[in-house]
């Protein structure tokens, strides 16, 4: 393999809209990246137990190639802290690190606040407290 040279494109992170959902006062900005395996990782997202979108999104970013994906929520989610929950759906695992569909949530924004991210190994739900 080779490294591209400072300032090579290749060499720069890039970051893709992943969309924004919903409507309303309050933004919700989730930085989201994936190691893919047979498809893209899903995930759910959830604001104090309510799920933000009718479908699971769908990240398509690749973490070792610095990519990320910025996944937009909007709506009413009231003043104060909040329990954000993001589910990774679709673990996969063929049993080396290459062959391993992983999710990582690099970073939170939530109304001006950041919260730091995670890295999500296997299906299941990670909590933020939010606000």
Do not use: C
Request: net charge negative.
């Amino acid at each position: 393999f080779t490294i591209p040279p400072a300032g090579d494109p290749e060499a720069t992170p890039t970051t893709v809209n992943g969309g924004t959902f919903g409507s309303g006062p309050d933004t919700l900005v989730l930085t989201l990246a994936e190691d893919a395996f047979r498809g893209d990782a899903q995930a759910s997202i959830a604001i104090d137990g309510k799920t933000l979108t009718a479908y699971p999104i769908t990240v398509t970013a690749l973490k070792n190639a610095g990519q990320s994906e910025t996944f937009t929520f909007k709506g009413s989610f009231g003043p104060g802290a909040h329990d954000l929950a993001v589910s990774f759906l679709n673990d996969a695992y063929g049993g080396t690190p290459i062959t391993d569909r992983n999710l990582y949530v690099g970073s939170i924004d939530y109304v001006g606040h950041s919260t730091p991210g995670a890295t999500l190994l296997s299906n299941g739900t990670h909590t933020f407290a939010i606000g």
